[in-house]
């Protein structure tokens, strides 16, 4: 059933969808999150890759750098931001100016923070230890404004949006629960139902992205850090540590991919997985981030533009042994998305073995194996 469903849906995506691919490096996006970039860097940076997610601080911390990616053409920017989570008291704010204005909010407005049932701030993270912010619709207004209110306006006025595309918003999740904690979002002294907070949450976030749209401009891109189907007017989403398990691993996160749209992401941090990310985000014509905070030049290919829809290509032995491919003018895409056994792909009379969980790129007039 999901078989048939991947292959409706990425037919009708095929069609929508007309982005003109050229090189592979042009679907290339990097994550960073780090809150500075030097000017090699940034040179690297503009030179290999289409998409970069840059963190708000970069504008202001590194000035020169970043001069140096305002291009009228590629690559595109969105900022990275984290509504979500906010760096302890006791973290040093050296080189996060921006973090440090939001601090000076929290640090007034203890109400801001997610409690759980005992009323203690939530640590979400150690080394750095980060504080949970209450980003669900239960969150207290204080002197008429939630966290997510504050939010909003610090993006607004702080950041230097207008230099970006986008925005990218990380833990942009639809559930929380399985955080584990005695959430007390409403601060009654009683447990959140799993399924209240997890509602609350979503109604929070869906005030925020809707109000983003209107502050920032509808044309503003927004992705969301995961790849769930929520949020009205998000433009996209990335799947982190790809295939990760949600959504019911490859297939689950692919078939949301597709719905979410070319602006979404798929990224992991492990090199064995590295030809799958490429190669699945290729199939869409999507991006496809190689680790985080690193520059891992993505490899020199000549894909020139989309020629059909994705195509499946079983195998006979058994029901569900295909490979998924995606013909290019100058290169043909194949991905093999089973983790336990290879696959054979055949082009032009001529066989090609695909390991688990991977995929190769073949040169479409030669049939040689470019990846
Ligand atoms: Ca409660």
Redesign the pocket.
Known sequence: MKNVLLVLLFSVLSVLDATAVQKLEDKAAVYWTQPSLTEQQAESLKANYGLLILDYEIPETSVTAFALLKTESRPSMVFYCNPMEIFTEEQPYHGRPLQSKLQQITRGHSEYFLQDTLGERIVSWQEPAMWLLNVTSKCPVIEGKTWLDHYVDFLETEVAWQSFAGVFIDNLWDDIDWKGFPF???N?G???PKDSINTWLQEGYQTFVTALKQRLGTSFIVIGNEMNLLYDDKDGAMSEGFPNGFFDSWWGTMENYQKLGSWSVLQTTDSTKFSLVMTSALLLDGYFALGQNQIILPPDIELGKPLHPVRRQANKSSAFSEVWYHQYKKAVVVVNPSSKNSRKFIYRKKEYEIAPASGIIIERKTGRRLL
């Open positions: 007390d979002a409403n009654d009683i447990a959140d």
